[in-house]
């Protein structure tokens, strides 16, 4: 695994020592800590650490609720660190967006599998949300199409293809993309 910058939330020093030695004795930088949800936000907000390690019983800012607002704001990867591993806990940090969860006391042996796992998921997250958006922009550039060679069939009694040929023609003398001339020519259509 390549060296992390790293934010960490516990208001135990002692587990937010013993968490940073791991992580840097492996290669990684701690750029931030945090004893509270609250600062954990900001500290995330500020220095876009590539992971947020967080407790989740902390004063001021449960860190469910911090890991919320990190997912939420596509800032970082959430690992959860808790003594607590009762089903209703983990349903809460799964619907929060927490891609990985580790039972204290932290081990190495777990530790590291648990960021690998956290930062991969992650990842592929980011990987779906942009091919969901390409899919997405693609559908509507066919249904803007769609519509702009239905008028021009409409207006000038072409078939679908030479309706289509026509805005290929246009948009290559025009020098402009095929969706542009679809849109110019549904615009004059509901003028």
Do not use: W
Not at 4 to 25: F, G, P, Q, T, W
Not at 51 to 80: F, N, R, S
Not at 113 to 139: C, G, N, W
Request: proline share 3%; hydrophobic share 45%.
């Amino acid at each position: 695994m390549k060296a992390l910058k790293i934010v960490i939330a516990d208001n135990e020093s002692v587990i937010r020592m013993d968490v940073r030695e791991m992580l840097e004795e492996a290669g990684h930088e701690v750029v931030g800590e945090a004893v509270n949800g609250i600062k954990a936000v900001e500290l995330a907000r500020k220095l876009k650490p590539d992971l947020c390690i967080l407790d989740i019983k902390m004063p001021e800012m449960d860190g469910i609720t911090a890991a919320k607002l990190i997912t939420e704001e596509k800032i970082a990867p959430v690992l959860l660190l808790t003594a607590f591993s009762q089903s209703d806990m983990v349903k809460r940090a799964t619907d929060a967006g927490v891609l990985a969860y580790l039972v204290k006391p932290v081990q190495e042996s777990n530790l590291f599998p648990a960021m690998e796992v956290a930062i991969s998921r992650y990842q592929e997250m980011h990987q779906l949300e942009d091919e969901l958006f390409k899919v997405k922009d693609t559908l509507a550039m066919r249904k803007t199409l769609d519509r702009a060679k239905g008028i021009l069939m409409d207006a000038h009694g072409l078939t679908e293809s030479e309706a289509f040929r026509r805005i290929q023609q246009y948009s290559m003398a025009k020098r402009k993309t095929i969706k542009e001339v679809a849109e110019a020519i549904i615009r004059a259509a509901t003028k």
